[in-house]
């Protein structure tokens, strides 16, 4: 009987919801991944469709536009794109925008921005890491000073994951440069029309081709002071820590998901592949990788689950979400080195799907705080 990885909290509702998800990846991601991939970038149209389909923000309220569903909704979209190795399109980024709209935007910035992410109108962006300044957000040198009724906004930011579509980028920026940690905030800038505003290059990383992930500039940016992120300056720190457990059970699902998807093709890989005359499965090296890859992989599930079904209950802490980050992706990249060797010659291979899911997983370990930082905030919670 194979192993079974399916979701502890999927239900019927959810598997329906399952099947137009993979229908929307088999007919309208799928085909255009390789050109996708060359250009860097899924263009436009792939997320105007998904909003169609009701696929953006899932889990946002139906009276901003939402799905009106929870974060399992969530889940399935990210749980059927990462075991199929499709990072191009990155609705959770997206999402985590939406979010920080509606857990601390005022009633105006709820109203004009939740729906059109929703319908894929704008793609959402948040402009964290500089140049200078990653894990360390007090480290930021980008600038928003008030001048009036508005704010300019001057700096740089990097790696930026949906940056070169954005529509709206969420920036965070000094407000007050004396007052550290309290003098950041978070400003809301619609890219288009904006003067000052300039997207840099695509960036060329080592996975993650179709994602695209981009430098942007900011000279003299001028935005409303309504655009100020709930209203109030120097929030914009408490805001960001506030919503890291849903950004980091996010990294989770993927994880998870990525290493059941690379162990389904290895698993086929070994059994149609023969050495020495006999199938690559039968050998005993082969075999019990295998089931420690299967056993790592059903242990990840189990522990991702519960901590999909703490969030959607409110229950989640910090230290937990950073455990399901930590653990997920150093598995991740584990597991899928695993399924790379048993491929041989052909894992390496970048028309394999392990091949592009091993340069995928690296950055896992990294985005979303790394590593390391988890740790930090684990061993606090001791």
């Known amino acids: 009987m194979p192993i079974d990885f399916r979701p502890a909290w999927m239900n019927g509702e959810l598997e329906t919801y399952r099947d137009t998800v993979s229908r929307f990846i088999e007919s309208e991601m799928l085909p255009d991944d390789e050109a996708a991939r060359a250009r860097g970038h899924v263009?436009?149209?792939?997320?105007?469709?998904?909003?169609?389909?009701?696929?953006?923000?899932?889990?946002?309220?139906?009276?901003?536009?939402?799905?009106?569903?929870?974060?399992r909704h969530e889940a399935v979209f990210y749980d059927q794109m990462a075991r199929r190795g499709l990072t191009g399109m990155s609705p959770s980024v997206h999402s985590i925008v939406a979010h920080y709209l509606l857990n601390h935007g005022t009633e105006a910035q709820k109203r004009s921005y939740l729906p059109r992410?929703?319908?894929?109108?704008?793609?959402?962006?948040?402009?964290?890491?500089?140049?200078?300044?990653?894990?360390?957000?007090?480290?930021?040198?980008?600038?928003?000073e008030r001048r009036?009724?508005?704010?300019?906004?001057?700096?740089?930011?990097?790696?930026?994951?949906?940056?070169?579509?954005?529509?709206?980028?969420?920036?965070?920026a000094k407000t007050d440069p004396a007052q550290g940690a309290?003098?950041?905030?978070?400003?809301?800038?619609?890219?288009?029309?904006?003067?000052?505003?300039?997207?840099?290059?695509?960036?060329?990383?080592?996975?993650?081709?179709?994602?695209?992930?981009?430098?942007?500039?900011?000279d003299d940016v001028t935005v409303p002071a309504e655009n100020l992120l709930g209203g109030e300056a120097g929030r914009g720190f408490a805001q960001l820590m506030s919503d890291l457990p849903y950004e980091r059970t996010i990294i989770g699902v993927l994880a998870v998901a990525a290493m059941e998807g690379a162990y389904e093709a290895?698993?086929?890989?070994?059994?149609?592949?023969?050495?020495?005359?006999?199938?690559?499965?039968?050998?005993?090296?082969?075999k019990?990788?295998?089931?420690?890859?299967?056993?790592?992989?059903?242990?990840?599930?189990?522990?991702?689950?519960?901590?999909?079904?703490?969030?959607?209950?409110?229950?989640?802490?910090?230290?937990?979400?950073?455990?399901?980050?930590?653990?997920?992706?150093?598995?991740?990249c584990k597991v899928i080195d695993e399924c790379v060797q048993l491929h041989g010659g052909y894992g390496y291979m970048n028309e394999y799907l392990v091949a592009r899911m091993y340069a995928d997983a690296r950055v896992q370990r990294i985005y979303g705080g790394t590593n390391e930082i988890m740790k930090e905030v684990i061993s606090r919670a001791l």
Request: glycine share 14%; charged share 20%; aromatic share 8%.
């Open 43 to 71: 263009g436009h149209a792939l997320w105007r469709r998904a909003g169609e389909l009701g696929l953006l923000c899932s889990d946002i309220p139906e009276a901003w536009g939402g799905g009106g569903g929870d974060f």
């Open 117 to 144: 992410l929703a319908r894929g109108e704008l793609v959402g962006a948040i402009a964290m890491t500089e140049p200078g300044a990653g894990s360390d957000l007090q480290g930021i040198r980008t600038r928003a």
């Open 148 to 172: 009036g009724d508005h704010y300019v906004i001057n700096g740089s930011k990097t790696f930026i994951s949906n940056g070169f579509l954005a529509g709206l980028v969420l920036v965070v």
């Open 266 to 286: 290895t698993l086929d890989y070994v059994r149609s592949r023969t050495a020495f005359g006999r199938p690559v499965a039968e050998f005993q090296n082969t």
């Open 288 to 332: 019990f990788r295998l089931a420690e890859i299967a056993t790592v992989t059903k242990v990840g599930r189990t522990f991702v689950d519960r901590c999909v079904a703490e969030l959607v209950a409110g229950t989640l802490d910090t230290a937990t979400a950073s455990m399901v980050k930590l653990w997920a992706s150093e598995q991740q």
């Open 182 to 218: 309290r003098g950041t905030s978070i400003l809301i800038v619609e890219t288009e029309g904006a003067a000052g505003y300039r997207v840099g290059r695509v960036l060329d990383k080592i996975g993650l081709k179709a994602q695209d992930t981009s430098e942007l500039f900011f």
